[in-house]
């Protein structure tokens, strides 16, 4: 595909479900960010890759979260027990270069919404 | 840690006016880069422009420019000619050049364009 998908885009849990979410970058491209984006605020980082290896997970705010990219290109967001503090929007980006400048492209997100 | 303050969280601006929307960051490192990102309503999150802290020139991008004082921690976002398309929220971030972290984000101003 031409960007950054995310699926699913909506997704209703009830308080103490797992939930999953995917993020399929643009091909080729070595980086990969989560972000977590609470209504009305700007978006937080969560955990980044660099090809497989997961460089920095220092964002995640739990260890309820866990987040992994298996072959280097897909990537899942999971999380376990999930909390009503959990519901946000969960951004993913990825980028060709792992500079401090190469741009990130954002997905549309996915929208958890915990009950 | 980095921090990202944006103070205005609106602004309205007329049609074919020029608005500026202010950002300052906080950091000790010397070498890093800023980007405004803009997030339509869709939720996708775009790239307007971005400054490499090294550079003295402002970065340009068509009716966008910024203008960057590096010893003030000040990025403001100047957008020229404002278009109905330009509503949306804008956020400030800041990246390390190391590259091995995500951004860091503001709260974002929303911009309104007034026809």
């Known amino acids: 595909g031409a960007g950054v998908s995310q699926s699913p885009r909506y997704k209703v849990a009830k308080r103490g479900q797992d939930v999953a979410l995917r993020c399929d970058p643009i091909s080729g491209h070595v980086s990969l960010f989560w972000y977590q984006q609470a209504l009305g605020q700007g978006p937080e980082f969560l955990t980044y890759?660099?090809?497989?290896?997961?460089?920095?997970k220092s964002g995640l705010p739990s260890d309820r979260f866990f987040a992994e990219r298996p072959e280097g290109s897909v990537s899942t967001l999971k999380i376990q027990r999930t909390q009503q503090e959990d519901s946000a929007v969960y951004l993913c980006?990825?980028?060709?270069?792992?500079?401090?400048?190469?741009?990130?492209?954002f997905g549309p997100g996915t929208r958890l919404t915990v009950l | 840690a980095q921090t990202v303050t944006q103070s205005q969280p609106e602004m309205s601006v007329q049609e074919a006016e020029t608005v500026t929307l202010s950002c300052t960051y906080d950091?000790?490192?010397?070498?890093?880069?800023l980007f405004w990102y803009k997030q339509p309503p869709s939720r996708q999150m775009i790239l307007v422009i971005r400054q490499e802290a090294y550079k003295q020139q402002n970065a340009t991008e068509n009716r966008f420019s910024v203008n960057f004082q590096k010893a003030a921690k000040s990025f403001s976002l100047k957008i020229s000619d404002s278009q109905l398309g330009d509503a949306a929220m804008y956020f400030c971030?800041?990246?390390?050049?190391?590259?091995?972290?995500?951004?860091?984000f503001g709260k974002g101003t929303h911009l309104i364009i007034q026809p």
């Open positions: 980006a990825s980028s060709s270069g792992t500079s401090g400048t190469s741009e990130q492209f």
């Open positions: 971030a800041y990246r390390s050049a190391r590259g091995a972290d995500g951004l860091t």
């Open positions: 890759f660099q090809n497989e290896a997961q460089l920095d």
């Open positions: 950091t000790s490192e010397s070498d890093y880069y």
